[in-house]
C-alpha cells in the first residue's frame, strides 16, 4: 500500500525559510500514524469498509489514538478521548455504528469517532488494560489473512476476556442513546439503636432539627391556653411524646435477649448506610463511577459494573457503608464515559437522614416450645438411629 500524506512545511516569503504550525506538525504525525496502521487493519485484517466503516476506520483511529498518547502525553488528539465525542452523541441525524457505510450520516464522527472512543472506553473503564490487550491481539491474530465480520469482532472479545458485553455492544453498535447518568438524591440511614432510651434520643435528635411551626413562631408574645391556665395542663404537657416508657424498655430489652450474638452484633452497627440514586437520562447503559467525599478530608471512588441497570435500565439504588460522614458525590469524576451532561453528575446538597427500623417477623405460634410437657412420649420422639 503507498500513501502520500500532508500537510508539508510552507516557506517563508520574506525569510525563505521552510515553517510549520504547531497543527501541521500533529495533523503530520497523526496521519502517518493512521495510515500505517491500515497496513495492518485492514489490508492483514481485512475487514469490509463499504458494508462496516468502523471495522477499517474505527479500529484504526483506536489504535492511532493509542499511538499518539505513547509519542506525547500531551498530544492534541483529535478522536478518541471521552469528552470529545458528548457533542456528537447529542446531535441529530445519528445513524447506529452498524449501518451499511453508504447511509452513515456524519460520517467521521460515525466511522472513526464514536468506535475509537468506545474502544477506548472498553479498554480503560469496562474491562481494564490487562483483559482488553489480550483480547484485541487475539482478534488481530485469529482472523488475519481471513475476512471478518462484527460479530467475529465481538465473539473474539467476549471469549478471550471471558466477559459478556452484550450490553456493551448493543449500546454503542447498535443504538444511538447516549451517556447521561445524573445522581439525583442521596439518602442517609442509620439503624435504629437496640436500647430504648438510646432509640428514643435519636428520635428526639432527628425531630429537633425540623424548623419549628412558622404560626407558631409568629406567635410569640401571646400567651397559650396552656401557659394562661394551668388547670389545663395533664401529665402529657409533663413529658416528652417521644420518651421511651417502661414498656418500651422492657419489651426492647426482652427482643434483644431473644437475639443470636450474632444478630447482637448486627445491632451495635453505628456505620452510615448511604443509598444514592441513580437515573439514565442518555439510554446508553454504562458503569457507574462514583467518587465520593468525606468530612474527614478523605476520598474513596467506587467502580460500579454496569450490570447494576440489569433489573431497570432507567432508575437503580446502590448502597455504600462506611463510618464516615459524606459531604460530597460525583458520577464519572475523570470524564471517562463520555457522558453529555455533566450538570446533573455533582450531588452536594441535602443529604436525607432515615432511621433504619428492625423489623422482625412474627415466628408461627410454636406449642411445643411454650408446652409444659418436658419429655415426649416414644411415640412422638424421632431418632437419628433406630433406638435398641
Known amino acids: 500500500m503507498i500513501t502520500i500524506n500532508g500537510p508539508r512545511p510552507v516557506k517563508d516569503q520574506k525569510t525563505g525559510n521552510l515553517t510549520y504550525t504547531d497543527r501541521a506538525k500533529s495533523g ?8 500505517i496502521g491500515h497496513n495492518w487493519f485492514p489490508m492483514i485484517v481485512n ?6 466503516t468502523w471495522m477499517d476506520e474505527g479500529l484504526n483511529t483506536f489504535l492511532q ?47 472513526y469517532g464514536k468506535p475509537a472512543t468506545a474502544l477506548t472506553i472498553l479498554r480503560e473503564t469496562v474491562l481494564g488494560r490487562e483483559l482488553f490487550d489480550r483480547a484485541f491481539r487475539e482478534y488481530a491474530e485469529r482472523w488475519r489473512f481471513k475476512h471478518p465480520t462484527p460479530y467475529d469482532f465481538f465473539r473474539t472479545m467476549e471469549e ?11 449500546g454503542w453498535f447498535y443504538s444511538t442513546d447516549h451517556v447521561d447518568i445524573a445522581l439525583d438524591k442521596v ?8 436500647d430504648a432510651t438510646a432509640a428514643a434520643a435519636a428520635r428526639k435528635r432527628e425531630r429537633d432539627t425540623e424548623p419549628k411551626s412558622l404560626t407558631a413562631q409568629r406567635n410569640a408574645g401571646q400567651q397559650t391556653v396552656v401557659e394562661r391556665d394551668p388547670a389545663t395542663r395533664d401529665f402529657y404537657d ?19 435477649a431473644d437475639l443470636t450474638a450474632e444478630e447482637k452484633a448486627a445491632r451495635q452497627v453505628t456505620d452510615n448506610f448511604y443509598r444514592f440514586s441513580f437515573a439514565n437520562r442518555g439510554g446508553l ?29 432507567k432508575n437503580v439504588t446502590w448502597q455504600f457503608v462506611t463510618a464516615k460522614t459524606l459531604v460530597r458525590a460525583e458520577v464519572d469524576p475523570l470524564w471517562e464515559t463520555a457522558d453529555a451532561d455533566r450538570s446533573n453528575n455533582i450531588y452536594a446538597g441535602q443529604v436525607d437522614p432515615r432511621t ?33
Do not use: C
Open 65 to 111: 489514538f493509542q499511538a499518539e498518547k505513547l509519542w506525547d502525553k500531551d498530544y492534541p488528539a483529535r478522536r478518541g478521548e471521552p469528552k470529545d465525542i458528548a457533542e456528537y452523541m447529542l446531535s441529530t441525524n445519528q445513524m447506529p455504528l452498524m449501518t451499511q457505510s453508504d447511509s452513515v450520516l456524519q460520517f467521521g464522527a460515525n466511522g
Open 238 to 256: 409533663a413529658v416528652d411524646p417521644l420518651d421511651a416508657t417502661a414498656a418500651d424498655k422492657r419489651k426492647a430489652a426482652e427482643a434483644y
Open 187 to 194: 439518602v442517609r440511614a442509620t439503624l435504629e439503636p437496640a
Open 47 to 52: 475487514s469490509d469498509e463499504r458494508q462496516w
Open 28 to 35: 503530520l504525525i497523526g496521519v502517518v500514524i493512521h495510515e
Open 356 to 388: 433504619l427500623k428492625i423489623d422482625t417477623p412474627e415466628e408461627g405460634k410454636n406449642r411445643m416450645k411454650d408446652s409444659d410437657m418436658k419429655v415426649l412420649p416414644d411415640s412422638l420422639r424421632t431418632y437419628d438411629v433406630p433406638p435398641k
Open 285 to 313: 447503559v454504562m458503569p457507574v463511577i462514583l467518587k465520593m467525599d468525606f468530612a474527614d478530608g478523605s476520598s474513596e471512588t467506587a467502580r460500579i459494573p454496569a450490570e447494576v441497570w440489569r433489573y431497570n435500565q
Open 160 to 170: 478471550s476476556s471471558g466477559v459478556d458485553l452484550d450490553w456493551f455492544w448493543r
